[in-house]
């Protein structure tokens, strides 16, 4: 090998090759006491190996420059058992800022639901943060007895804002449209909706080309303040040449939104469930006596060989009349939910 240099157990050869000595302990007279001058394994060959014989394992104890090159981005990951992702990965996901993860869009023409927060321009929302259930579990709530309409310019841009009501997303869908038909030459289509669900409130908006949260959203917060349900507000714009910047485009659409609501009659609705409930005639007065105790309506009553009686609640004391109405008759009654 000729004349080596040493240093922290390697022998540097004038070759180029690299000695990794086997044992690092002291030197005598330049080597290991009891170790030969030339006793070792030269970097990238198998220990016991053929001169000139290398092998792709990292010899023990190699320092990191002589080490192999690291695997490239994206290659697998052996010892997690995922892909390391590359910077041009197109798979890569994106996360928000608040650090949950962005899913794919859902397409509101398809009426699809999404659980997921809401997230502007991306589909319907079932949200249970407004209201504590849906339709079949509030006694009322407030909508819109006719449509209207409003107009406003800014800066030479027109924004013209149409109102429905809307009761479910097949309404919805055919109102926009139909809408879309008739102002088809417009620059903007923005519009949103709050429906009262089965199970939940569903809140969307659509900000339609217009800068993020600068439309839809301004629009959607109108009819919440408004406090209404079913509805669908759609606002139209024909750009005027001028751009009003985002705070300009959320001012307008706030108030085309709000003239076009400040336009409608608002009705509270009220929600009842009818129930008939059958029971033998000689406990009538414990019934009557239990219905008259709860807001209940009676709607009929007929007497053949049990009695019926059909009444209608509010969806909030259905349940607490079911259970009083099982105390009060010993289990001797029984109901049905009717369903028009």
């Known amino acids: 090998m000729g004349r080596c240099r040493r240093s922290h157990g390697l022998a ?8 990794l000595l086997d044992s690092p302990g002291p030197r005598v007279g330049g080597r290991h006491p009891d170790q030969p001058a030339e006793s070792g394994t030269y970097l990238g060959e198998r220990p016991g190996a053929r001169a000139g014989e290398r092998s792709d394992r990292p010899v023990h104890g190699a320092s990191k420059r002589h080490a192999p090159a690291r695997r490239a981005r994206g290659d697998r990951d052996r010892r997690f058992g995922k892909s390391l992702p590359g910077p041009g990965d197109a798979d ?19 009426g699809k639901i999404c659980t997921r927060g ?10 249970a943060g407004h209201l504590p259930a849906g339709r079949g579990m509030i006694d009322s709530y407030r909508t819109i007895e ?4 409003a107009k406003i310019t800014r800066k030479k841009s027109r924004f ?8 479910s997303l097949e309404e919805v869908n055919s109102l926009l449209e139909a809408t879309r038909r008739t102002y088809h030459d417009a620059s903007h289509f923005c519009y949103a909706y709050r429906l009262l669900g089965d199970d939940a409130s569903i809140e969307y908006s659509s900000d339609a080309g217009e800068p993020a949260g600068s439309a839809g959203l301004p629009i959607l917060q109108q009819i919440q303040k408004a406090g209404l349900y079913d509805v669908l507000v759609i606002v139209v714009r024909y750009f005027g040449g001028t751009k ?12 085309a939104a709000a003239e076009a609501l400040a336009a409608v009659k608002v009705v509270v609705k009220k929600q009842e469930i009818r129930l008939s409930v ?20 009676v709607e009929d009553v007929r007497y053949e060989q049990s009695a019926h009686v059909l009444v209608a609640l ?19 009654a029984n109901w049905e939910e009717k369903h028009d």
């Open 278 to 297: 059958s029971f033998p005639p000689e406990i009538t007065s414990a019934v009557m006596s239990l219905i008259h105790r709860h807001p209940a309506r």
């Open 146 to 149: 006719s449509d209207s309409q």
């Open 314 to 332: 509010p969806p909030s004391a259905i349940e607490r009349f079911k259970r009083e109405l099982t105390e009060a008759t010993g289990a001797r």
């Open 244 to 255: 009003l910047g985002i705070g300009g485009l959320i001012r307008a659409y706030s108030d």
């Open 118 to 127: 809401i997230r502007y321009g991306a589909g319907p929302v079932r949200r």
């Open 160 to 167: 013209i804002a149409l109102c429905h009501h809307a009761s």
């Open 12 to 19: 540097h050869s004038r070759d180029g090759r690299t000695l």
């Open 92 to 110: 890569r996901k994106r996360w928000r800022r608040e650090g949950s993860r962005e899913r794919i869009p859902v397409d509101h023409r398809a």
